[in-house]
Structures are given as structure tokens and as C-alpha cells.
């Protein structure tokens, strides 16, 4: 038996006795942040994305061109100190039309993912929440529109309205909704059984503020790296567009666009594809090791 | 040697994200042949650990077995020293084991037959047909109607306490020595848990095995165990006979434990206690007592050492303060045991 | 099961439905008409070729005849090659697009889930990094890049296969690589997160406890679980390659039923893109029913279950 003082059998009082229990506790934002930071990966395609909107921003205004000024003396240069990334047949800057088109392709990609993402939460979340007959003719009518193959339809409605940024983003939108309320619906429908909602519902809480405040917030994690993996999405789907000619019109241009053009020039002037492939595949990749990381860290299996 | 498991000084650690967990600090016991023991505390205290630690199951990394740790079986092997390998040839067929939840621990895209059938084929060599045969003993043993057609069915097609028998006949098939069973009847409905209880304490009898059954409900170890291990933020806080721990129990957390279930063997309506608090972040474990922060008798110096263990009869041992000679004395609780003060 | 069978092909029907009247009704917004780019037409003549069309009549006759030409599988008569029924032009260009569809598939499937498992199964470690290094970049550089690049630098430039056209087996592998490129890398990513997701299961860890050797629970416990799920998104990933054809096959010249699509975009070609679109959606709604089906019959939970769903 050890030998221990006689003092250091005092009793300790409950208060002094209660703040040693104190433990850290992470909210779940804080805890997620806190695993994404350290996802090396995911880090660095936030900060690439960082960098090349900073440059789509600010990398037109560097030069001295505009995106449609041409130039007929000075066609299809190589990249030199006059034209960092070389010029095109017309003479027109590649280092300014690049960043001009990732500026319209990054818009597309977002606000198409916006767009998604309030017409999917909206429509998943009333057909989750309501469930019964509403749920079964909502989700029928999901079942057929799901059925349509998405760069088909953005084909026929491009070719009606016209191409443009705004018609691409509309098309987009019409068709990309989908994925997104059956997601939603799928994870409001596990969440609507739990206490917490029944426990808002017995206090008297409004159907809008049930899915406002309680079911959506919960949802979000999977929502929000499912609307990660919308942006790159939607951004291929605009270069898919601009390669079979129903893209972005000149003199404007996206990425999806510039590498069209690059991928017509490629034997005689492999600048004018390595410039824009660059750019277009590290948004490409960015995003993704974003979303990985973002699923990552925001699934709460994996949370210890 | 009649200890068919000694587990010594079994220290388990989880490397993760945000550091190192103690999820296992240094437990021993012994369990001898036949005897059913059970390990008992609130979630996250270890035990699971300890019981997967002893299987080997626990996936390296970000899992760890902490050098000094011995589970010696049989009185020859330690488990801790095997290769993965020989590993192998102890698990299913010297040791088998049930798990907490019935409707995810069988394979779903697997016969019920193919599950029980693939330990036999290994480990005893059976033909296809022995197997079977054997396979269909079994169901008959853990009280399968019609086992002859339930045999070829999915996982899917069983109740969940039907699902738990054909894990305990998977458990059983090889006739091992030692058999653990992970919180069995926490997913089950209660009716059904006592069927499973009394199954598993039939086929003891029968079968002669050795029982390590994990759980935190204090009916099931009065049904089942003879002797009672009671874990407390990875270490074992006290250890005894079932009436031990019933009756003579020592260690605070223990009395806090008995008194936050109700007892039918009382005839004085008693509130149920509930222990305060939350157990230690075992990221960073106290320096001294991990129960003092919750505990009502906590003294300075259980804030500043670890209590060593304190034998307090044959095969009764607790770690706490309150069992050294210059503790106060401290009145245990009515209800588990303590003096009426009127 | 046949309930369920029965109800995805109702449902088939009527997205089919909806697919041919949307395009029809697209298709009759258009901006311009069919013989617009003609300009030497007189009126007279344009008169004439808009009754042999049936562009005179009202729109709802029209549609009824559309719908009804349709269902009875006659997609009517190009408008750019007046002397060729679509369904002769789906006929001559479609095995072309199908075999190579069909490489691409398989080299997708087994490449892709071979590097899943590998990854899985090396979780952390330099395989896995290797193999999701590999998959990201698959999914992130798309397949109007990776093909001219391959057919340049490979096909031109060190002249090893041909850079184009589709007239033998050694025309066949840059298409095929590139085709089933992101399809590829989409299905890696896929089955190694559902192998890492089988692989901190429950059962698996029962199949430990029976002492069953490392290899036997890959194979029998886990890549049966895992590919589970994989056959649910086969569905879309056909999808995927099938539009992908539209690509691949401008890139290198295959005279397949994507290159005649591009074109009758860029030509006007009504009946064409209408005819073209209606079998696309056929194709892919049919590769969705058959995957649903695929994965009842694989899935002993869902086949065994009595009435569907």
C-alpha cells in the first residue's frame, strides 16, 4: 500500500469538484472544419480555386486587350512578353480571353449549382416533408424526368433558345434539379423519424420552420458536397456543348470554347490547347478534391 | 492451469485525426474454464475493445495493442505475440463470438447455410455435405424451427432474434473454447433477450465453453456470469463474484452504476440514482482517477494519482482511494448495501 | 419481381412519351425551318416540299402522326439526305457507336474496378493514393482534351496506332481508351468508397471472428457486397458513354451515330435530330430499366422480396 499523506484525504467541494469535468466540445462546423484542415488535398484545391478566381477577377485588367480586340498583325503568336499565353487567328489575347472564359465558365458552373441546389432542396424538401399522396405524384414526376437523358435535353433546348450564357445555365438548371430533390428527399425522409423533429412538432412548429430550421440544416452536410460536385459538372457540361457547337458564341468565349478552338489548332499552335486544358482541369480537379474532402469531413459516420 | 484466458496489463490505442485515444489503459483478469464473466460499464468505457483486442480484431491502423499487453489462452498462446496467420486458426475455431447488432453482423448477400458452413469447412476440414449436415445440427441446437429450409435462406428472411441464434450457431460450429459475446441482446426486443440468455447459458452447459459476455445491463449479468469485471474509462475499477459486486460492492462508480438500475430483490421503493456527468475524454485521461471528476467521495488526492488495485477478498479487488487506510470512511448508499441510518 | 419488371418498362413508356412530345414541340420552335439555308428555292417549290413533309398541316395532326410513326418505330425521312430514312441511317451507323460503346464499357468496368479494389484494399498507402491520383484525374481532364492529345501525340506524332477512322482492331484503342477514361476513373472512385464502406461493416468483421483467411474475405465477403451498389450507377455510366460517343467519335472521324447527330445539329436536319434523340433516350432509358433488373436479380433482398419495390 503506498504511503500518502494524511491532508490529501480532504474531501474536495462539488463546485471545485465540477469544473475539472469541463471537456472541449466542437459544434459540428467547427468540428468539420477542423478535419478539412487537415486535408492536405482538399486544402490545396481551395486554395488553387482561390488563386484562379482571384485571376478570372482580376487577370483581364493585367493586359492591355480586350477579350474580342483583334489583331490581325499579330495572329497566332507563340506565348512572348507582348502576349503571355500567345494569341489567336484573330490576333486576340490568349492570357485575357482565358481568364475572361474561366470568369464565364466558373459563373456557369456556380449559378447553375445554385440554381440546383434551391430548386432540388425546395422541391425534395416539400415532397419529403408533406410524404403521402403529395410525395407520390411528386416523385412520379421525378421518375420520368429522370428518365431524360440531361445532355440531350440541353441540346433540344438549346437549339430552341439559342445558345448563350444564360440559355446554357437555364438548360442546365431545368435538368440538373433532379439529382438534387432525390437526394434531399432521401435524407429528409431518414431524418423525419428522428426525435428532434417529432419533439418540434408537438411544440407547435410550423411545417416551413420544421424544414427550414430543423431538417435542412441536418441534411446539409451530403447536400452541400453533392452541390460541390455540381459546379465541375455543370461546367463540363458547357465545354461538352462548346464541342459540339452549341457552346458560347465568339467573339465571347468560356473555357469550354477556348479548348474547341485549341483542340482545332493543336498541331501548329499547342499553346492554344495547353493553355486552356490547363486552367479548365485544375477547376476540374480542384473541385473534386474539394468535394472528397468536404464528404469527408462532413459525413458524420466518420465523425469520432 | 485451469484460466483458459489471463489478460495482462492490456493497454489498446487508436490513432487518429486529432491524436492518440486510450480507449484501453491497462485491464487484467483471468477467466477460468467454464466460467461465464462479464464486463460491464457505460459506452465507451472499453469494453468492446477489450473483447475485440482479445479476438485480435482490432484493424491496425489506426487501432494498436500497446507492447507489455498479454492475453495469454489456453494457458500457452498469446494471442498478442500470434502472426495474422496463426491468428487465423484461433479465431472461429478456438474462439468464437457474437456481436451487438443481429441485422448488420450477417453477410447479406449470403446464404445463412454458406455463413455458418465456411468456419467448419476451414477449420475441420468437412466436406460440403459434413458441413451442412453439421450447419443444420446447429440451427436444431440454437432453436431453429425447420432448420433444414432455413438453412438456404438469406439474412434478410430472419427476425432479428432468429438472426442472433444463427450467429451464436456460427459462433459455436467449431466447438471453441471461448466464446465472446458483444452486448448480444442490446438490439433486441426484450422478450427475446431473455430467450437468447438462456440459450447461451443452456448451451454453456452443454458445450463447457468459456463465456466472456460484454454488456451494460446489470439483469443480464445476474442471469448468466458468475464473476464481474467493471470497466471505467478503459480500466478495470473492480472486480468479484457477481454477489461481490451485487452486495459488497466498493468502488463508487460501481455503487453508482447498481443504483441507476432498478432492483426487483428490494423491497423499498428507492429512486433510481443516475451518474452525473460525462466520462473523461480518453484523448488526454486524467492524471489521477479518471472517476473523480464525477465522483460524490472524490478527495485531492484523487485528482493527483491513479489508485492502485486493493484486494479486498478472494477474487475481490477495486482501485480507489476510499480502500486506503487514511481514507475516511465513507458510507455506502442504502440501496447497494450501506447501513439504515433511520 | 415481374411487377417490378413491368412497372419500369411503364415508366419507360411514358418518359419515352414525354421525350417525343417535348421534341417535337422544341423542334417546332425552332428558329428557321429545314429548307432556310436553301435559298435558291422559289416559294412554289418551297410549297411543295413543305406538304411531302406535312409541315402544312396543323400542328396537332402533326403531332399525331409524329407520335403515331413513332410508336410504330418509323422515324421518318432525313431532311438533309431526302433519299435516306433515318431508320437506315440508325441502322448503318449505330453498330459502329455500339461496338465501340462497348469496348469502352468493359475497359471501364474491369480497370476501374480493379483499381477500386486495390485502392480499398491498400487504404492510406501509396497504392491507393496512386490509383485515386489516377481516378481524379480521370474525372477531371474530360475526354475532348485526353482524345486529340492521344490521337496527336500517339497517333500522329509517334505513329504507333492510328491518330483516326474505325476500320480494325488497331483503329479501335485510342477511341476506347478515351471513351472510357472518365468512366473509368468515375467507377475507381465508386468502388473503392463502397469497398471501404463494406469493409467497416459488421459482417465483415463476423467473417474475422470464424477465422477466415484475408483473401477469402476479400472475395467472398466484400467485393460481393461492394460491387452491390456499382450496379445501380452502371445505369448512368452507360449514359455517360453513350453521349460520350457524341465526342469521341467527332474527335476521331468513327463513322458512328454521334458524328451524323453533331452534323444534323449543325445542318438543321429536323427529322434527323428529332429521329436521333428519340433513340438515344430509348437506348438510355433501356440501359437504366436493365440495370434496375440487373440489380434485382443480383440482390437477393430485392429478388427475393415479393411485388417490386
Known sequence: MQTVAQEKFKPISKDQNAERVVRPSMSYWADAWRRLKKNKLAMVGLIVLVVLTILAIIGPFVQPYSYQEQDLVARNQAPNAQHWFGTDDFGRDQWVRIWWGTRISLFIGITAAVLDFTIGVLYGGISAYFGGRVDDIMQRFIEIIYGIPYLILIILLIMVIGPGVFTIILALATTGWVGMARLVRGQILSLKEQEYVLAARTLGASPARIILRHLIPNALGVIIVNATFTVPGAIFAEAFLSFIGLGIKVPLASLGSLLNDGVGSMRNFPWRLIFPSMVFSLIMLSFNLLGDGLRDALDPRLRK | MNNILEVKDLKVSFHTYAGEIQAVRGVTFNLKKGEALAIVGESGCGKSVTSQAIMRLIATPPGEIKSGSSILFDGKTDIVKLTDKEMESVRGSEMGMIFQDPMTSLNPTMKVGAQITEGLIKHQGLSKQAARERAIEMLRLVGMPNPEARIDQYPHQFSGGMRQRVMIAIALACNPKLLIADEPTTALDVTIQAQIIDLMRDLQEKTGASIIIITHDLGVVADIAQRVVVMYAGKVVEQGSVDDIFYNPQHPYTWGLLRSVPRLDNDEKEPLVPIEGTPPDLFAPPKGCAFAARCPYAMEICLESDPEIENVSAGHSAACWLLHPNAPKVERPVEVGGHHNG | ?309
Open chain 3, 1 to 309: 419481381m415481374l411487377r417490378f419488371i413491368l412497372r419500369r418498362f411503364a415508366y419507360g413508356l411514358i418518359t419515352l412519351w414525354v421525350i417525343v412530345s417535348l421534341t417535337f414541340i422544341l423542334m417546332h420552335n425552332l428558329p428557321g425551318d429545314p429548307f432556310a439555308n436553301s435559298e435558291k428555292l422559289t416559294p412554289e417549290a418551297r410549297a411543295i416540299l413543305m406538304k411531302t413533309y406535312g409541315l402544312d398541316q396543323p400542328i396537332w395532326i402533326q403531332y399525331g402522326a409524329y407520335v403515331k410513326k413513332v410508336f410504330s418505330l418509323d422515324l421518318g425521312v432525313s431532311f438533309y439526305y431526302p433519299t435516306r430514312s433515318v431508320n437506315e441511317i440508325i441502322a448503318g451507323t449505330f453498330p459502329t457507336s455500339a461496338q465501340l460503346g462497348l469496348f469502352a464499357i468493359t475497359i471501364a468496368v474491369i480497370v476501374g474496378l480493379t483499381l477500386g479494389i486495390i485502392a480499398a484494399l491498400n487504404h492510406n498507402k501509396s497504392w491507393d493514393y496512386f490509383a485515386m491520383f489516377t481516378a481524379i484525374v480521370g474525372v477531371s481532364v474530360p475526354a475532348f482534351v485526353i482524345g486529340p492529345l492521344l490521337s496527336y501525340y500517339v497517333g500522329v506524332k509517334l505513329g504507333i496506332l492510328p491518330p483516326a477512322l474505325w476500320k480494325g482492331p488497331e483503329y479501335w484503342v485510342l477511341p476506347t481508351i478515351t471513351l472510357s477514361f472518365t468512366t473509368l476513373a468515375t467507377m475507381a472512385r465508386m468502388m473503392r468508397t463502397s469497398m471501404l464502406d463494406v469493409i467497416n461493416q459488421d459482417y465483415i468483421k463476423t467473417a474475422k471472428s470464424k477465422g477466415l483467411s484475408q483473401i477469402t474475405i476479400v472475395f467472398k465477403h466484400t467485393i460481393r457486397n461492394a460491387i452491390m451498389p456499382i450496379i445501380t450507377i452502371l445505369g448512368p455510366l452507360t449514359v455517360n458513354i453513350i453521349t460520350g460517343t457524341l465526342v469521341v467519335e467527332q474527335i476521331f472521324a468513327v463513322p458512328g451515330m454521334g458524328k451524323h447527330f453533331v452534323q444534323s445539329i449543325s445542318t438543321n436536319d429536323y427529322t434527323m435530330i428529332m429521329g436521333l434523340t428519340i433513340f438515344y433516350s430509348a437506348l438510355l432509358i433501356l440501359a437504366i430499366i436493365i440495370t434496375d433488373i440487373l440489380y434485382g436479380i443480383v440482390d437477393p433482398r430485392i429478388r427475393l422480396s415479393k411485388g417490386g419495390k
